[in-house]
């Protein structure tokens, strides 16, 4: 090389091979951007320097590789020429980096969270405020994380990239098991001993968290299944955090709910824990009302005042939902978000580019910018190795290699002029120094002097103890693109040499990427189809109901339809992080879309749009509150420097707003269509509905109907609460059909004049209903009996089962029972 370095100026470059001697260069890999005359250089755009390290200790070349990383930067002063570069290590190192520049993102995570649930906690009652409730709610779910961490890094399980999106996911499935406790505690009585409330507490909200954790640990034990070790890594760490979340959910944080009842229970404030009044002492101002008194709740149910957005759900959306036009937009709009995301899903490309492992101003992505622009016409350069101790003189061996070589070389991605073969050249040097290489003891004896001679090729034999126990050559790729071309390469080239006669084996270093391609797809479509028939054996076991199985199957199909197709329109890919996110997606489209079905099925409004109305009313604010704190959880990472993170906050924000529109908007129009099994009230015939009259009036007791006082402020009939007649502010009225009952000391005559109240809601046989009640000025509960009857009979029977006497009534036939409790 020194005589043409020095005559660089006479000497002429050929492209794609330079060749002197015996050696041919291949330059398609070392010169770049060229302007070619009849293959002759005149031209280049870029140059690319390999620079070898010697072998041997990988600790002392991993050290000089890292000081190398350090040094080579700061020491280009080279003024019109850009100089980009990678090493062996650099791609390992930059995406290690990735997980130390996403950990300043968790601090604003939990901050976000926190400010998200006091928000939602927050009360105009500075008793009732859940300030530091929503707080210390945050705190189980950071706490979950730290457990779940320190145990899977005892036991050694590997922490990789992968795992760093963990805490993001853990804190919103944290929050939103907070939000339902929360919810459920509100609903209790707050008369009632905290011990009381909190498992009252817990009896309603077993079933939801229950199914939430069991979902997605089980979705993402699913994903251990996958041959990717970081997707194990991944999955064992959000599994394990998932089951702590929900130890800490119904410990850590039911203790703390427990101190904060007792703290309510005295009416103390919520900063200063001090007393204070119930009701504001006249003459002070609306800001001390505000900030200083508090304490109150819902007279008539004794339960913490509702969510201003529970009636919401019930006053305005839910109603909105079920008019005839607003179904007609509904199914429209689904109908154009399946289009979409159908045409998406034969849009979806496989594989992760190499330049997205690291982050976008990395210093590894500049070179790769670079290989792609100049040095994009040429592919892996593939290393076809014989194992074994081929005995490369005979002549039946040399033809059935060469038989071999060609058959790689007709495939339509080799390149056939581009051949690197030690074999090759050494025959060529036998040709002309007259050796006669088809005689073994003239082949090995003389190679060991080629290889000296010919030092470029010293590597690719191994010649040991006067035998070749292996060798390799070399094949060039073209035209390679896309991930589809990788993976039809590499499968093509494993199928040729498992064809040929002589034992071979293709290798390159970025195989390791493109084998994931052949069992992605695979891999994904298995593990799909388990989670889901994982999570519906869960859901029939927990929620009986051939309905509700029915929509929680439709749900999870059409969610991973529309992610797997929005994504492919978002510049996603399908890999490793992505497959792992759609199986994921199956346990939160469980969460959604279970809950509101059974919802739906559960409740015994008389029409199919009220129990929606009804569904709604009850879980809309709690599954809109659970997908709002599980995209703050992760909508941090959407500022991340790194493609993995921004694609898995990309996907996660898809199944977490396809879920909440499923839940509240598609399934409650879809069930008012298909309400196949559930029972309607407003069928039953009027022999029927005499015939549970009569046996409600033989069970009711009288006992029931007992007058008492508690705390001197209201008073109590068939265990629900009314006010006294001196609070009451409703106008009196003539009596209409009320409720009747038998053997009452306090007839009610025909026109008597009522005091008008109202019990806003209690249950009979796991039916709520809201109905008019009537108690005479002297607050006896008093009957009006059908003025058809003798004065001697007293058929009375319970509910509005007749026309009233005097105008219309409204209150609803109730089906009374020894079972009938209030609700809290």
């Known amino acids: 090389m020194n005589h043409y370095g020095s005559n660089i100026d006479q000497t002429e470059l050929t492209f794609p091979f330079f060749r002197f001697g015996f050696t041919t260069i291949f330059l398609g890999y070392s010169v770049g951007g060229v302007n070619v005359s009849l293959t002759v250089i005149k031209s280049a755009k870029a140059i690319r320097l390999f620079y070898c390290l010697k072998e041997g200790n990988r600790s002392t070349t991993d050290l000089w590789l890292n000081e190398f990383l350090k040094v080579f930067p700061s020491n280009q002063s080279l003024n019109f ?101 929360i919810s459920c505690w509100q609903q209790t009585n707050v008369h009632a001993r905290v011990e009381d409330r909190l498992a009252d507490t817990y009896k309603e909200a077993a079933i939801s968290i229950t199914i939430t954790t069991l979902t997605d640990v089980l979705a993402f034990y699913i994903g251990l299944m996958t041959p990717f070790r970081s997707v194990q890594s991944f999955c064992l760490y959000t599994s394990t955090a998932i089951l702590f979340c929900f130890l800490y959910s119904i410990t850590f944080f039911g203790a703390f709910l427990v101190l ?77 978000y399946l289009s979409i995301s159908i045409y998406g899903c034969f849009q979806i490309q496989e594989g ?79 040709y002309h120094t007259n050796l006669n290489l088809s005689v073994e003891n003239v082949f090995k004896t003389n190679l060991s002097s080629f290889l000296r001679s010919y030092s470029d090729f010293k590597q690719d034999v191994n010649f040991t103890n006067n035998s070749i126990r292996a060798s390799r050559f070399f094949i ?39 084998d994931q391609y052949a069992v992605i797809v695979s891999n994904t479509v298995q593990n799909i189809s388990v989670t889901t028939a994982v999570m519906l054996l869960i859901s029939l076991l927990l929620i009986p109901n051939p309905l509700c199985c029915l929509w929680v199957t439709f749900s999870i199909a059409s969610v991973i339809v529309g992610v797997t197709g929005f994504m492919a329109l978002w510049d996603v890919n399908l890999d490793t992080i992505s497959m792992i996110i759609l199986v994921v997606c199956i346990g939160f489209s469980v969460d959604f879309s279970a809950h509101i079905s059974y919802a739906f099925v559960s409740n015994k409004k008389p029409t199919a749009n009220e129990k929606a109305v009804e569904a709604l009313f009850h879980l809309g604010y709690p599954i809109l509150q659970g997908a709002l704190s599980t995209i ?9 420097k790194n493609y993995i993170f921004r694609t898995f906050f990309k996907i996660m924000f898809l199944v977490i707003f396809f879920g909440l529109f499923h839940g509240i908007t598609f399934i409650p129009v879809f069930l008012t269509f298909f309400d196949f ?65 038998t053997v009452n000391t306090h007839p009610t005559q025909s026109g008597q004049m009522c005091m008008a109240s109202t019990v806003p809601m209690f249950r009979v046989d796991s039916q709520t209903y809201e109905v008019q009640m009537y108690t005479a000025s002297n607050d006896a509960v008093t009957v009006n009996c059908n003025q058809n009857l ?19 009534c409204n209150a609803p036939f109730i089906n009374c029972s020894d079972s009938a409790d209030p609700v809290p």
């Open 476 to 514: 060039q790729t073209v035209n390679i693109t896309t991930a589809i071309d990788e993976m039809n390469m590499l499968n093509n080239l494993r199928d040729t040499a498992r064809r040929c006669s002589v034992p071979l084996l293709v290798y390159h270093p970025v195989f390791i990427y493109h």
């Open 260 to 336: 904060n009842g007792r703290r309510e229970n005295s009416n103390k404030h919520w900063l200063t824990c001090k007393e204070v009044p119930e009701d504001c002492p006249v003459g002070r101002s609306k800001w001390y009302d505000l900030c200083c008194v508090g304490g109150a709740y819902d007279r008539h149910t004794g339960a913490e005042e509702v969510q201003p957005m529970n009636h919401f759900f019930k006053k305005h959306y839910g109603p909105f939902l079920v008019k005839p036009w607003t179904k007609v937009c509904v199914i429209l709009l689904y109908s154009v």
């Open 352 to 430: 992760i580019d190499l330049r997205n492992l690291a982050a976008d101003d990395s210093y590894v992505n500049r070179y790769y910018d670079d290989e792609k622009a100049y040095f994009y016409e040429y592919g892996p350069n593939i290393m076809v190795i014989i194992r074994g101790e081929f005995k490369y003189w005979e002549e039946k061996n040399m033809l059935d290699l060469e038989s071999c070589v060609e058959d790689f070389k007709n495939l339509s991605f080799i390149e056939k002029d581009i051949f690197t073969s030690w074999l090759k050249s050494y025959k060529y040097y036998g």
């Open 81 to 181: 020429i850009t100089v980009t570069h990678s090493t062996s290590l650099s791609r390992q190192v930059e995406f290690e980096a990735n997980t130390r520049d996403v950990i300043p993102l968790f601090s604003i995570t939990y901050v976000i969270a926190i400010v998200f649930s006091i928000v939602s906690c927050l009360r105009f009652d500075c008793v009732r405020n859940k300030v530091w409730v929503a707080t210390f709610g945050v705190l189980s779910a950071g706490l979950a994380v730290l457990s779940a961490f320190g145990m899977m890094l005892h036991i050694g399980v590997p922490f990789v990239m992968t795992v760093a999106n963990s805490p993001f996911l853990i804190l919103g499935i944290g929050v939103d098991d907070m939000f339902i406790l």
């Open 632 to 640: 703050l959880g992760v909508i941090v990472l959407s500022a991340s």
């Open 677 to 741: 099994f559930s029972s309607n009230s407003g069928n039953v015939s009027p022999q029927e509905k005499r015939a549970l009259e009569n046996e409600a009036m033989t069970n009711c007791q009288l006992k029931n109907i007992q007058e008492k006082a508690v705390d001197h402020d209201k008073q109590i009939y068939d265990n629900h609460t009314f006010l006294p007649d001196n609070q009451q502010l409703f106008p009196t009225q003539a009596c209409p059909s009320v409720w009747t009952l």
């Open 790 to 808: 003798g004065a001697g009979e007293h058929h009375c029977v319970i509910g509005n089962n007749q026309p009233p006497v005097s105008q219309e």
